[in-house]
C-alpha cells in the first residue's frame, strides 16, 4: 500500500511540475494515466468504505509537499527566490536590499508550508478527523490568506522601496502559471498571456 500512495503522490507531484514547467502534452498524459491507475489502485487496498475515508487526509499533504517544493527549490545556492521572481515580473527596481528581503520572504513561505504540510501529516494520526479538517479547511488557507495580505500592505504601506504595487497586479502575477515556471520571462510576456 505504501508503494502505490508513493506512486500516487509522484504522480500527481509531476502532473503539477509538468503544467508548471510548460511540459509537452504527452508527458502530461502519462502522468495523468499513472495518477488515476495508482488513485484507482490505492482506493481498491481499502477494505470498507471507513478506511476509503483515509484517502481524504492526501490532498492537503500532496498541495502542501508541491507549494513547499515549488519555494524551497528556489532558496537553493545559485537560483532566484519565488519572491524574487514576483517581484522582477511585476516590474519592482532591483536592489540588493530588495533582493534580501525577497530571500527572507520565501524563506517565510517554505517555513509556513513546512509546518502546514507538517500538519496535514500529523493531525489524521493525532487528532480527531473534524479537528483536522477545521486545521487544513479553515485555518491553514485562512492563515496563508492573512500572510500574503499583510505582507502585501506592510510592502505597500511602510516598504514601498522594496516595490510597492497594486494588489491586482501582484495576485495576477503570483495567480499566471508561467510566474512559477523555470522558464525566464518578462513582465511584458506575463502581461500578454
Known amino acids: 500500500m505504501l508503494a502505490v500512495f508513493c506512486l500516487f503522490a509522484i504522480s500527481v507531484f509531476n502532473l503539477v511540475l509538468n503544467r508548471l514547467r510548460d511540459g509537452g502534452r504527452r508527458g502530461f498524459l502519462l502522468w495523468a494515466v499513472l ?6 489502485a490505492l482506493a481498491g ?11 481524504t487526509f492526501l490532498p492537503p499533504v500532496i498541495i502542501n509537499g ?11 545556492p545559485g537560483r532566484e527566490p519565488q519572491i524574487a521572481r514576483f517581484r522582477r ?22 517555513v509556513f508550508f513546512a509546518v502546514s504540510l507538517g500538519a496535514s501529516i500529523l493531525l489524521p494520526l493525532y487528532a480527531d ?3 483536522w ?19 502585501h500592505f506592510l510592502r505597500t504601506r511602510y516598504l514601498a522601496h ?13 495567480l499566471c502559471r508561467d510566474a512559477w515556471s523555470t522558464r525566464d520571462m518578462t ?4 502581461d500578454e498571456n
Open 89 to 110: 515580473l511585476v516590474g519592482a527596481e532591483p536592489s540588493p536590499a530588495g533582493e534580501h528581503y525577497s530571500k527572507q520572504l520565501t524563506v517565510c513561505w517554505v
Open 66 to 76: 508541491c507549494f513547499l517544493y515549488l519555494f524551497g527549490r528556489t532558496i537553493l
Open 133 to 151: 479538517s477545521y486545521v487544513v479547511n479553515l485555518v491553514l488557507p485562512a492563515v496563508a490568506a492573512m500572510f500574503f495580505l499583510s505582507e
Open 35 to 40: 495518477a488515476v491507475l495508482s488513485s484507482l
Open 162 to 174: 522594496y516595490g510597492a504595487v497594486p494588489l491586482s497586479r501582484t495576485l495576477r502575477i503570483v
Open 187 to 190: 513582465p511584458r510576456q506575463i
Open 45 to 55: 487496498t481499502f477494505g470498507s468504505a471507513k478506511d476509503l475515508i483515509k484517502i
Open 129 to 131: 478527523p473534524v479537528i
